[in-house]
């Protein structure tokens, strides 16, 4: 498809679901710091609750920062998208240890987001798209 002499090409539907899914993170990563701001100020800032609030920020940040950056199609905006959610899915294996809170249905359901959106942006058609 050309558009005034310039070459278009539309994004695939594998890119629109990854793209949704990070959207979607992004609007519950704002849920969490909001939540964090407010069990930091009920806890009266505490170490644990701080280190939570902070690392819940910068996952935020660098989500909004991929979203951003997302129509450029650099590799480098699709390679930043499969580390933050391989990091995420990393996070939810290493967390039992530490929180004896969750149980295996919920890390079950928590690590099917990454691994789909992982796949999603794995798809040789979405690799195309972002190396053009």
Same mark, same amino acid.
């Given at each position: 498809?050309?558009?005034?002499?310039?070459?278009?090409?539309?994004?695939?539907?594998?890119?629109?679901?990854?793209?949704?899914?990070?959207?979607?993170?992004?609007?519950?990563?704002?849920?969490?710091?909001?939540?964090?701001?407010?069990?930091?100020?009920?806890?009266?800032?505490?170490?644990?609750?701080?280190?939570?609030?902070? &690392?819940? %920020?910068?996952?935020? /940040?660098?989500?909004? $920062? #991929? =979203? *951003?950056?997302? @129509?450029?199609?650099?590799?480098?905006?699709?390679?930043? &998208?499969? %580390?933050?959610?391989? /990091?995420?899915?990393? $996070? #939810? =294996? *290493?967390?039992? @240890?530490?929180?004896?809170?969750?149980?295996?249905?919920?890390?079950?359901?928590?690590?099917?987001?990454?691994?789909?959106?992982?796949?999603?942006?794995?798809?040789?058609?979405?690799?195309?798209?972002?190396?053009?």
């Amino acid at each position: 498809m050309t558009t005034q002499g310039v070459n278009v090409h539309p994004m695939p539907v594998t890119a629109h679901i990854a793209r949704f899914i990070l959207t979607l993170q992004l609007g519950v990563g704002f849920g969490v710091i909001a939540l964090g701001i407010f069990a930091s100020i009920g806890s009266g800032f505490t170490g644990p609750y701080l280190l939570l609030l902070l &690392a819940s %920020a910068a996952g935020t /940040a660098l989500l909004w $920062l #991929l =979203l *951003a950056h997302w @129509p450029s199609r650099k590799k480098s905006v699709r390679w930043g &998208a499969i %580390a933050i959610q391989a /990091a995420s899915f990393a $996070l #939810l =294996l *290493a967390l039992p @240890p530490l929180d004896g809170g969750i149980d295996s249905y919920s890390r079950l359901i928590g690590s099917v987001v990454p691994v789909a959106t992982i796949i999603l942006l794995a798809v040789p058609s979405t690799g195309r798209w972002f190396d053009r």
